[in-house]
């Protein structure tokens, strides 16, 4: 089994707090807080957006691996992911992951395309993870 590993370390309340997150690789190290999560403070990062980087890069290989087997390998996949987060009684609850993804792919016409695009939405690890997401929207567009 392959394991992947990062930690958070956090100093202080919630709201005056602190944080840093980072991997194990070393790819990622970075400041987070109340205010890059909640307030929209860009001078660090948030779990939404790790959650959003994840599941775009998860989506874009599962995409890829889908089109190399169906003999069409893409020549481009990028994705955006947007991962929405609403503050609700109970407490913070993603709502809503949205997925844009544009593939450069010759030869493969647009109903094929979705198709594969929709079984990488159902199928990658990091949809599979986020089954409690009530809504992970796709929008697929082949690029010709």
């Known amino acids: 089994m392959i394991e992947s590993k990062a930690n958070a370390i956090w100093h202080g309340g919630l709201k005056d707090g602190k944080g840093n997150i980072s991997s194990k690789s070393g790819a990622l190290n970075g400041p987070y807080s109340f205010k890059t999560r909640f307030e929209g403070d860009d001078t660090g990062t948030n779990p939404e957006e790790l959650i959003g980087a994840a599941h775009a890069g998860c989506f874009s290989m599962f995409l890829s691996s889908l089109l190399e087997k169906a003999g069409k ?14 503050v609700t009684d109970n407490g913070p609850v993603i709502k809503l ?39 992970i929207k796709l929008t697929a567009t082949l690029k010709k």
């Not at 109903?111 to 990091?126: L, M, T, Y």
């Open 73 to 86: 390998p893409a020549t481009r996949i990028m994705t955006d992911a947007t991962v929405h987060l609403d």
């Open 97 to 135: 992951i949205e997925l844009n993804t544009e593939g450069e792919v010759e030869g493969m016409d647009e109903a094929e395309f979705q198709q594969h695009a929709q079984e990488a939405k159902e199928k990658c690890p990091i949809s599979a993870a986020l089954k409690a997401v009530p809504e």
